[in-house]
């Protein structure tokens, strides 16, 4: 029998303690169920020569009686695999992600598919993508996983800097990212010491303008955070210093991580329902989880492994799962909230799918084999590999936005 992650959620503000126990346990041997032009004065151009998709006739069909759970399923050899890009058909892959160039022995971490219970999941068709972009625009906001998810589709170079953007002109498609890796206002205080380890001031009630101000015309908004949560933050809020995570000052509060998560989502949620303009649809891509094997990223981890884990040996990480049912929690106040107003909310879930490849980070092979390597990276994903597979549910997703379209016109 499999039991449902947010159905078992359903209950915890009765059984709290107990209900976590509970999670964590079932999580052992099952799985999750569940641009406005002023944004960049110079866009980075690509002529790309694709055939037009037609969405019309059979694909509508098959689109409109298949709707099973593909969020739900398990890891299957895909012998053909990596089909979208490698080196040696020169498209660009970040450094820091690309584990063949640096030496990874092994392939057989690309040769995997995911799999849905009771239907199939279209591989990512390019030509099927930019057909059903054309004329829009589409926004990644977030840190540098939500980085790592854009690079998979797209060809396009390193990216750097707070606001990055693509204009495909062939598609007249407008691709943005937007730096912002806690979606609320951050201060770094005067410290001596590397920012990367540093205590953050982390202001919850206010919202990064750096991404509020630009989405307001984007058709598509794609969020993602989290992992920046976990590192040492002092928690501001209506003005003053409410708690802190980690920050080894006894005269403060001590609050979670997961505190300043959930209220940093709530602002986020807030801010896009604010806007009186907005008529895009926002997507929340869930918790990505590592695979550090109880380390601290800082101390280095292990995540060696070159095979998914089968569901039955499917390790369970508390923090993982906290992180991902604080985005549950808000993500169904603010969806309901969106549907008040005519907005849409839709849920991007990768973390059942993910929580079983730990197989799929770069370890040590992100970086030239020549700089330091002390550090696992084991919270990134290799390219090309399985966060590949997050812009096949995107793609999936994006069609059957179009589909509800035109139900809603006949």
Not at 148 to 160: C, E, I, K, L, T
Request: charged fraction near 20%; glycine fraction near 6%.
């Amino acid at each position: 029998m499999k039991v449902s992650v947010l159905e078992l959620h359903n209950a915890k503000k009765t059984h709290l303690k107990d209900l976590r126990k509970v999670i964590l346990v079932v999580l052992t041997f099952v799985l999750f169920t569940i641009v406005h032009l002023h944004l960049c004065n110079n866009w980075s151009t690509f002529s790309l020569q694709f055939p037009v998709i037609s969405a019309n006739g059979s694909a509508r069909l098959t689109l409109k009686h298949n709707r099973c759970n593909i969020f739900k399923g398990n890891w299957v050899p895909y012998a053909e695999g990596p089909y979208y890009y490698t080196n040696s058909n020169k498209c660009v892959v970040d450094d820091r992600q690309n584990c063949i160039k640096f030496g990874r022995p092994d392939s057989g971490y690309m040769k995997w598919r995911w799999k849905p219970d009771g239907c199939e999941l279209p591989r990512f068709d390019a030509a099927q993508f930019l057909e059903l972009v054309r004329g829009k625009s589409m926004v990644f906001v977030g840190d540098s996983v939500g980085r790592n998810q854009m690079a998979s589709p797209v060809d396009a170079p390193s990216v750097g800097g707070a606001i990055r953007c693509w204009l495909y002109i062939d598609y007249n498609f407008k691709l943005a990212i937007i730096w912002s890796p806690n979606l609320v206002k951050l201060s770094v205080p005067n410290q001596n010491g590397s920012s990367i380890v540093g205590v953050l001031n982390l202001y919850l009630d206010k919202v990064d303008e750096a991404w509020a101000a630009q989405i307001e015309h984007f058709d598509y908004v794609i969020i993602s955070a989290g992992q920046w949560f976990s590192r040492p933050l002092i928690y501001h809020e209506n003005g003053k210093i409410v708690g802190c995570h980690v920050c080894k000052n006894e005269s403060i509060t001590s609050l979670s991580r997961y505190y300043g998560y959930r209220m940093a989502l709530r602002t986020a949620f807030k801010a896009i329902l604010s806007l009186p303009n907005f008529k895009g649809v926002t997507f929340l891509r869930s918790f990505s989880p590592t695979h550090f094997g109880g380390e601290d990223w800082v101390k280095g981890g292990n995540c060696s492994q070159t095979r998914p884990f089968p569901q039955q040996e499917m390790e369970s990480d508390e923090s993982n799962l906290e992180f991902y049912l604080t985005q549950v929690d808000e993500f169904r106040v603010a969806e309901r909230e969106a549907g008040t107003r005519g907005l849409k909310f839709r849920w991007l879930d990768i973390t059942e799918a993910m929580v079983m490849r730990p197989d799929g980070h770069p370890y040590h092979y992100g970086h030239p084999p020549n700089k330091e390597k002390h550090i696992a990276d084991c919270l990134h994903w290799c390219l090309p590999g399985p966060i590949d597979s997050w812009n096949e549910f995107l793609l999936h997703m994006l069609k059957m936005e179009g589909q509800e379209s035109v139900d809603a016109t006949l």
